[in-house]
């Protein structure tokens, strides 16, 4: 959904990506005015596609801050880093999202 943060920097906007759910209850609840902030400021970050296994908002699963250096998720990209434990290394991206940004600060 958004590239803009710091944990989403490595993907591209709507690409798709397999990342496991490990929860079987909670989902994301908003008012509409809010909702609608979140989508004007560009902040949803990911969406559930295909199926919305926890009835969350405008299928909303994942939000960023304002300055995009914090994120709240219900997928685990964690357990899609590594092909023999995971369905996929589509969560790899998270992470050398964060590394990128921490060495371009650093340079």
Not at 33 to 44: F, I, K
Not at 84 to 104: A, H, I, M, N, Y
């Amino acid at each position: 959904e958004s590239d803009a943060t710091v944990w989403t920097s490595d993907y591209a906007v709507g690409q798709e990506i397999v990342i496991p759910l490990k929860n079987g209850e909670g989902g994301f609840v908003a008012d509409e005015r809010t909702l609608d902030e979140l989508e004007g400021e560009g902040r949803v970050i990911a969406r559930y596609l295909d199926i919305n296994p926890n009835g969350s908002r405008r299928d909303i699963a994942g939000i960023s801050n304002a300055s995009g250096t914090v994120v709240g998720l219900m997928p685990h990209p964690e357990h899609a880093v590594e092909s023999l434990t995971g369905p996929s290394t589509d969560g790899l991206g998270f992470f050398t999202s964060v590394v990128g940004s921490f060495l371009k600060a650093s340079a």
